[in-house]
């Protein structure tokens, strides 16, 4: 592992010509989560997973929460200008295009904050059981930024409503947003995998090495 300013871990590229995935852990996870979800995803895509580094009772998360779903939100910010940092220094370290977010719970969120404040770092995102992570939105142009958000309609912990008002936001910014509430819960289904795959397949163009 290239030391950058993250704990992570990258895999290179099997194939050419699809987009490298920077994959973002839910509470408590790590670097190596979400990679299996990576590889079935968008299989022979270049892999960089960053571990969060807040620590909460021991468990790693991308940013703060004063409880949950109530997030200290000036963290969020400065989490989110971290992370754009690191995505940043990895693509130079590892020579990688623009990359596309799979993000699962607190790293969707994370995700969704870094596309809202530092929309250079990302070209597209999967948001996976994602919430609203800013209560006032910056000003912000994502033209040209594509999200596939997928939510639970019984998700405990993300209300319906506040999935619906993620999609407003970035529609009114002008990202293509696509919007799915699955009979799910907090937890993925292999409905998110499918869906996934097939939204990366559109304007993904594999091609030898
Ligand atoms: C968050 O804190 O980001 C959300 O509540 C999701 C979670 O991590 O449980």
Redesign the pocket.
């Known amino acids: 592992m290239t030391s950058l300013s993250f704990t992570h871990r990258y895999e290179p590229a099997l194939t050419g010509g699809l987009p490298p995935l920077l994959l973002l852990h ?2 408590g996870g790590s670097e190596e989560d979400l990679l299996p979800l990576g590889r079935a995803i968008s299989p022979g895509s270049a892999l960089l997973s960053p571990r969060g580094r807040v620590l909460e009772h021991g468990m790693p ?1 991308f ?1 703060r ?1 004063l409880a ?2 109530v ?1 200290d939100e000036e963290d969020v910010k400065r989490r989110a200008n971290e992370l754009a940092d690191f995505v940043a220094e990895a693509r130079e370290a590892y020579g990688l295009g623009e990359l596309t977010a799979i993000g699962f ?2 790293g969707a ?1 994370i995700a969704a904050a870094m596309l809202l404040l530092r929309p250079e770092a990302i070209r597209s995102g999967i948001f996976l ?1 994602a ?1 609203v992570p800013l209560s006032e939105p910056p000003a912000v142009d994502l033209t040209g930024k594509q999200v596939l958000l997928l939510s639970g309609a019984v998700d405990p ?2 209300p319906p409503e506040n999935s619906r008002r993620l999609a407003a936001i970035l529609r009114e910014a002008n990202a293509e947003v696509y919007a799915q509430a699955l009979p799910a819960s907090h937890g993925l289904t292999p409905q998110d995998v499918s869906l996934s795959q097939q939204w990366m397949a559109k304007d993904a163009q594999p091609k030898p090495l």
């Open positions: 839910g509470t998360r940013f929460r949950e779903g997030f719970s607190n969120n059981r919430m912990i993300v």
